[in-house]
Structures are given as structure tokens and as C-alpha cells.
Nanobody, 115 residues
Framework: QVQFVESGGGLVQPGGSLRLSCAAP??????????VGWYRQAPGKERELVAD???????NYADSVKGRFTISRDNAKNTVYLQMSSLKNEDTAVYYC???????WGQGTQVTVSS
């Protein structure tokens, strides 16, 4: 069972930047070939896919973040990143990383965009 640990969230001003990290310790044998996605959930809203990346580096982004966020991975470190720029108030949410159709979720990391 793959388990992820998210970090890097915080409070930033609109227009600012943050870099989130998603570590998957103990998955060295399969990490390089699995698709991993960043998801987010704002209070009172459904969890939504923000971006994902295949083992070979093919990326996909939600329309709301395209051009502002960049997902990447370092398979040697079993880590997926989400570089967020030009942040907006609407980006405020708890951010999670996981695989498609996941049945278990971690704590996530809080991102708050406010002036």
C-alpha cells in the first residue's frame, strides 16, 4: 500500500508562490512507474484533482491552475512536487497527493492565500 506525506503548505499573499512536496518512503520499487496526482479540498467543497504526473513525466492540469502550477517528480527521492505561482484566494485549500481511485488519504498540507 502506497502512503504519501505532504508538506510545504503555509500562508502566502495573493500573487505569491509556494512549493509543495509529496514524499512516498518505502516505495522505491514501484514509485518510478506510478501516476501521482495533487488534489485539493476547500471547506464545504468536493475534493478535486489539481494536477497529475505519470512515471515518465507526462503532466495534466486542471483548467483553474494551468499556466500557474507546475507538477514534477524526483524518482530518486520518491518525491512529487507542486510549484505554485501567481496564487489566488481561490487556491486556498488542503492539498493532498495520491494515486487515482485511492481509498485512503493522508493529512494533507494547508495552503492559505490571503492578504
Amino acid at each position: 500500500q502506497v502512503q504519501f506525506v505532504e508538506s510545504g503548505g503555509g500562508l502566502v499573499q495573493p500573487g505569491g508562490s509556494l512549493r509543495l512536496s509529496c514524499a512516498a518512503p518505502g516505495t522505491k520499487s514501484i514509485f518510478s512507474i506510478i501516476l501521482v496526482g495533487w488534489y485539493r479540498q476547500a471547506p464545504g467543497k468536493e475534493r478535486e484533482l489539481v494536477a497529475d504526473i505519470t512515471g515518465r513525466g507526462t503532466t495534466n492540469y486542471a483548467d483553474s491552475v494551468k499556466g500557474r502550477f507546475t507538477i514534477s517528480r524526483d524518482n530518486a527521492k520518491n518525491t512529487v512536487y507542486l510549484q505554485m505561482s501567481s496564487l489566488k484566494n481561490e487556491d486556498t485549500a488542503v492539498y493532498y497527493c495520491n494515486v487515482p481511485r485511492a481509498v485512503a488519504w493522508g493529512q494533507g498540507t494547508q495552503v492559505t492565500v490571503s492578504s
